[in-house]
Structures are given as C-alpha cells and as structure tokens.
C-alpha cells in the first residue's frame, strides 16, 4: 500500500499526538519527563516551530504547534521521539542492574516473609522451613543458601 502523502501549509496551527511503543507508561518517570522537555526546548529552536501549549501525559504527549518552513509536523514528531527514545533507552541501559534500591529489596523480603503469617500457615516466619527469613534472620542454610545481590 503506498504511503499517504500530507501536504503541510504555513500560518496555521497543527495539533500533534504521539504514543510511546505500547502505551508503556515511561512518563511517569521524573527523569524521562525532564528528558522530553530538554529535547523538545533545543528541538523548537534548531527547527524554528512554536509552542502554542503541550501536556505530557503518562504514556503519551499532545502539542499544539506553530511550524516553521525548517520542519514540517512529521518532522519535528519524528526528531522528539527519536531523540527522547534513545535517551530513555541509554538510561534504561545503563542503569539496569541499579533499579531495585536496597529499600525496594527490603520491602519485597518483608512482604515474603510475612506471607506465610498472612495467609495462615503458621504465627511466625521463623517457623516456617521453606522460607529465606531463616538464611537472613537465623543464619540458617540447610535447605538453601541466599545469593548477593550483583
């Protein structure tokens, strides 16, 4: 099927909205929306469009624009998803190994060591053998002994 062509005209006002791959909600990120609006700033000035109002939502972002003849509206969609994507994606990769934080391991341990209490199988998690509560709280080994974390 062939490509639609658009034809874009000057002095007038173009509403834009963009998705992020599978609705992913990385806008509920502080640090990707600080990275959307620091791409989207230089963006407006190397390719001379106006900002008439935006929003950025969770999983997606609306911009009201101004074009330039610099940039048509498919080409400044393009340059902010493309540029926004590879630095989302350089901070996913580099920090990989670093999102869970000591006190999100924490508050998982606590949660499966008190599950075993919650749902009745016993008054205590130290009772219970099957259990890792029992390597950390008990120095207890004998059915399977805990890793560090990387």
């Known amino acids: 099927m062939p490509r639609q062509r658009h034809y874009y005209g000057l002095n007038h006002a173009y509403f834009l909205t963009a998705s992020t791959y599978r609705r ?6 502080h640090r990707f929306r600080q990275q959307f609006v620091s791409t989207l700033n230089p963006l407006r000035v190397e390719q001379g469009f106006r900002i008439l109002g935006w929003v950025l939502m969770p999983e997606h972002f609306h911009l009201l624009i101004w ?12 340059s902010l998803k493309e540029r926004t994507a590879k630095s989302i994606l ?3 990769r580099k920090n990989s190994a670093h999102v869970w934080s000591e006190k999100k391991r924490l508050e998982k341990l606590a949660y499966m060591h008190h599950n075993p209490v919650k749902r009745g199988l016993g008054d205590s998690p130290e009772k219970c053998p099957y259990i890792s509560f029992r390597f950390y709280f008990l120095e207890d080994a004998s059915n399977l002994t805990i890793d560090q974390m990387p």
Do not use: M
Request: aromatic letters at 10%; a negative charge.
């Open 90 to 92: 350089w901070h996913l």
């Open 67 to 78: 074009p330039s003849e610099a940039a048509n509206p498919s080409q400044i969609v393009q």
């Open 24 to 29: 992913a909600r990385l806008f509920d990120s």
